[in-house]
């Protein structure tokens, strides 16, 4: 059986029919309907949140967030990420600036921020990264000083919370996705939190082609998404809480199994943290022992994923804003996910401990 990096989450199947029944009896497929509405509200009342909006996926609503703060010019952000961190920069027309990482743990090093600020600089976009906390705080006060908005790609951190509140809860917005390969999902999917409810509506807004009711207010997107993802959403919220603690039974094993002088496992800088255990990575001595440990894992059909490779800030389209990143570049050559997901069996989660202790 071929083991991958996660396994998405499906529930009861007559859990999700019975949602289909409704769909059947409302007749309203998409365009913010009856199951849209729930699942918003409960997210709300789980995240501890007051404006949530439910998104077509975690790109959009990275794209929204910086179209409906009008933001032009420079924003700095984090090389160590998925692309659509800087992809949604790119395609809102504005400049990223990239600020090196913290090998730790591996989220943006806040300590080299200042340094970036220039006057064409507009915000501050950095990812949780394995759902582990940027640097907030430090963050924050950077954002007061330069008056730059702050955006948090969020996308892996649901389910997490720092000082007792969700991380969705911090910055002036925060993304998330709900893709089915994330802790929480539905399917495709994603969410903009914002802390300024005048700017959640016009997120709103942005959301549906800027067009409410009879009137044609501003060039909006297609953010939207249908009924048929609300309901797997609203099927597998139950579930998060199981989902995450069969996560933290698969992390222990993996914690109790490797061998830690062959390997490097992030971690967070704070204590205050309630963790998701989103995803396992290690970082090997070096990219051929990399690609050594990958090599021996797919041999036994085994595939974790190069998480996140390659470094950004090195991307061919990124070109003229190609900054130096020593760090982001060193760990992105040398780092893997293990494959992690509730119904794991130890057992296999010791093979991969033992394949990766005997090839690093
Ligand atoms: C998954 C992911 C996204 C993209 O989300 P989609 O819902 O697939 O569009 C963005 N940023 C990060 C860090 C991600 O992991």
Known sequence: MRINVTQSFLPPFEEYQQYLSKIWENKWLTNNGPLLLELESKLKDYLGVENLLYTGNGTIALQIAIKAMALKGEIITTPFSYCATTTSILWENCTPVFVDIHFSDTNINADLI????????????????YGLPCDVEKIEAIAKKHNLRVIYDAAHAFGVKYKDRSLLDYGDVATCSFHATKVFHTVEGGCIIAQDPDLHEKMMLFRSFGHLGDEYFTVGINGKNSEFHAAMGLCNLPYVGKIIEGRKAVFEVYDEALDFSKVYKPVSHVSDLEYNYAYYPVVLKDEATTRKVIEALNKENIYPRRYFYPSLNQLSYVGEYRQHCPV?????LRVISLPLHPELDPAVVRKVAEIINLNA
């Open 114 to 129: 200042e340094a970036a600020v220039t006057e064409n600089t507009v915000a501050i976009m950095a990812t949780h990264v």
């Open 328 to 332: 982001s570049e060193d760990v992105s």
